[in-house]
């Protein structure tokens, strides 16, 4: 029986997971990550949460057969470097190598949105198909592209930044520096913001009652849970934001046609209320206009294990 190491590896925490042959999580640890120490230091830390989780999980160390790490920011799966990672001040950081001077066996390195969604198809809501899109709706919008079971990055690492695609010319700007990118329009933020503008031009909105009065209050819950009371501005808000997600989606079809488009992040957990218009409005927009024919569009299952489970399979990439 073979073992695997999962580190899950983000701006706020460093969650890790022990995983087995059946793709299970037999045993978990974080901690806080501390971003912005000395890049040493942070990655004594993940490996002393694999520790950790080896111990909670109750498996010994020789039979761990690999440690993969899904990273934020650039990680070249080729050298094990980080590029850069700006939520965790790493710029050039050989994290792989890093890490195997703490447990001293082959060390898979991968992008956190690369390897979430790795897993899901591994192990979640696309488990069993050979190529999946993963989008994650979260403060921005990241994503995944998984082809013939292998995740695709592009030549240099940097690829599948799905959030970052055009949506509309010269529209919203973006932190990446461009305007009308899709994570100006389908993100939690990107809700966030709608919600607040709808609220400002609706002052009888129950909106308002939901955020207790107060505009810093709105979340992404919000715009629905005012729909659900009959609320006719929020049902306006969510309308446009399932056809913002719908047109995104269907542009992800029409240039990759996967096997399944896998939506994650917070509001995938409002499901068929948010998946099924979804469907609805992006099928007809894909080029032959045939659901029977045409990827699977899927509320993700994994939640956070995603980036653990995919992480530690990395090893099978390869």
């Not at 013939?148 to 940097?158: L, S, T, V």
């Not at 007809?284 to 045939?290: G, I, L, N, R, V």
Request: with cysteine; net charge negative; charged share 20%.
């Amino acid at each position: 029986m073979s073992y695997y190491i999962g580190v899950d590896l983000g701006g706020t925490n460093i969650a890790v997971g022990i995983v087995d042959e059946q793709y299970r999580i037999l045993g978990k640890a974080s901690r806080p990550a501390g971003a912005f120490r000395p890049q040493e230091e942070i990655v004594a830390d993940m490996a002393a949460t694999a520790f950790d989780a080896v111990k909670a999980a109750g498996v010994p160390m020789e039979e761990i057969a690999w440690t993969g790490i899904g990273s934020p920011g650039t990680a070249d799966p080729k050298t094990g470097i980080v590029g850069l990672a700006a939520n965790l001040g790493f710029r050039n950081t050989p994290l792989a190598g890093l890490f195997a001077q703490y447990i001293p066996k082959p060390v898979y390195l991968a992008n956190d949105a690369n390897a979430a969604a790795y897993g899901e198809l591994m192990a979640g809501a696309a488990k069993g198909l050979d190529s999946a899109v993963m989008i994650t709706l979260g403060t921005g919008v990241g994503g995944g592209i998984i082809i013939d079971r292998k995740i695709y990055a592009g030549f240099n690492a940097k690829g599948a930044e799905l959030g970052h695609i055009g949506m509309v010319y010269e529209g919203v700007p973006c932190t990446c520096g461009r305007k009308g990118c899709i994570e100006t329009y389908c993100s939690v933020t990107a809700l966030i913001r709608q919600t607040r503008e709808a609220m400002q031009a609706h002052t009888e909105s129950r909106m308002w009652e939901i955020a207790g009065g107060r505009l810093e209050n709105v979340n992404g819950r919000t715009s629905f849970d005012a729909m659900r009371l009959g609320d006719e501005a929020a049902r306006a808000v969510v309308e446009q934001y399932i056809d913002y997600i719908a047109y995104a989606v269907s542009g992800i079809i029409n240039l990759l046609q996967p096997q399944a488009v896998v939506i994650g992040g917070g509001i995938s957990k409002e499901g068929e209320t948010l998946l099924g218009p979804v469907r609805e409005r992006a099928y007809p927009q894909t080029f032959d206009h045939d659901p029977a024919n045409c990827a699977a569009i899927l509320q993700a299952k994994l939640g956070n294990d995603a980036g653990i489970i995919g992480a530690a399979l990395l090893g099978k990439q390869f």
